[in-house]
């Protein structure tokens, strides 16, 4: 019976170092997918960061013109104004 319960010993074993190398090759497989993942999440932060930054100067550009716009708005009306007034 000993030489039967050392060679069931000895197979558990086996058995048990299969089932952990199977998951140590299954934790490297998952670690490298996420270093990759990582990475893409690095790059799209990143392109985020650069469209943020974009878009607060297109508003900035758009405040400008806004504000020109008027300018030459108010410039116009005022100038009607006169016109008017000297007509009448």
Known sequence: MTKNNNEANVNREREFTVVLEGLRSDFRVFGDGLDILSTKVEVISTKV????????????????????????????????ERLEITRA
């Not at 100067?57 to 013109?65: A, F, G, L």
């Open 49 to 80: 960061e650069v469209l943020n930054t974009n878009q607060g100067r297109v508003w900035e550009k758009i405040v400008q013109m806004e504000s020109s716009i008027n300018k030459r708005f108010d410039s116009v009306e005022s100038r009607l």
